[in-house]
């Protein structure tokens, strides 16, 4: 079977997180799983295409906006299935047998487990709840996304927006989303820079507000401050 997934990877000033993220990925290239990996950058001012380009990515510059940037590597990408990660977000060992399984179901979009880079009852407890939240319907984008392009299309694909594109995919996608066996472990950064609580709530905070109509280019400045 020919490589059919093509990975889409937004950057902005990512150059330390891409190397664990992309060298989890090396288990589905050895396995001729991916075709391709395209990063989709907006702006960068270190030096994550560099570094990108030495892994052998496909690099596409843009403005900053997440939604703005997935749209683009979508649009580039030629495989058959999309795997939609963030930089800061590794896969752990093994995800390829969950990947492989689910390419037989491309009337679904698959999202992964998520798991924090640090332990304690805190993560925990974050990272629970975020795979009940995605149990209900409503997976975030450090979690991943597994999608066939047909689906894709037929949902509209990710809004031209800074922030919750994440959010209007899922809803969009209500029905359709399964939980794959494996893993997705992001980054705990900004909980231990602002607190787990602190953060937890601005994340909650953030949904609820996008829920009730406020424009994502607002949500974004409130929520990079």
Not at 92 to 102: F, Q
Not at 185 to 192: C, D, E, L, P, Q
Request: aromatic share 8%.
């Amino acid at each position: 079977m020919p490589a059919q997934i093509s990975v889409v990877v937004p950057t902005l000033n990512a150059e330390p997180a891409l190397g664990p993220c992309f060298g989890a990925l090396m288990e589905g290239l050895e396995l001729g799983l991916i075709r391709e990996l395209i990063v989709s950058d907006g702006g960068s001012e270190d030096s994550t295409s560099a570094l990108a380009q030495a892994w052998g990515a496909e690099v596409l510059h843009g403005p900053a906006s997440r939604g703005g940037q997935l749209q683009r590597g979508v649009v580039a990408a030629r495989g058959e299935w999309l795997l939609i990660l963030h930089a800061d977000t590794v896969l752990r060992a093994g995800w390829t047998e969950a990947v492989r399984k689910h390419l037989e179901h491309p009337q679904a979009a698959g999202w992964f487990r998520l798991s924090f880079d640090q332990s304690g009852i805190a993560a925990a407890i974050v990272a629970s709840w975020a795979n009940l939240r995605s149990k209900l319907g409503l997976p975030y984008g450090d979690q991943g996304l597994l999608i066939h392009r047909d689906l894709y299309h037929a949902v509209g694909g990710f809004p031209d927006q800074p922030l919750m594109e994440d959010v209007a995919l899922a809803r969009a996608l209500r029905g359709k989303l399964v939980a794959l066996d494996a893993v997705a472990v992001t980054s705990a950064a900004k909980y231990r820079r602002q607190g787990w609580l602190r953060r937890g709530g601005l994340n909650l905070w953030t949904l609820l507000r996008y829920a009730t109509g406020t424009p994502p280019e607002r949500l974004a400045r409130a929520y990079n401050r």
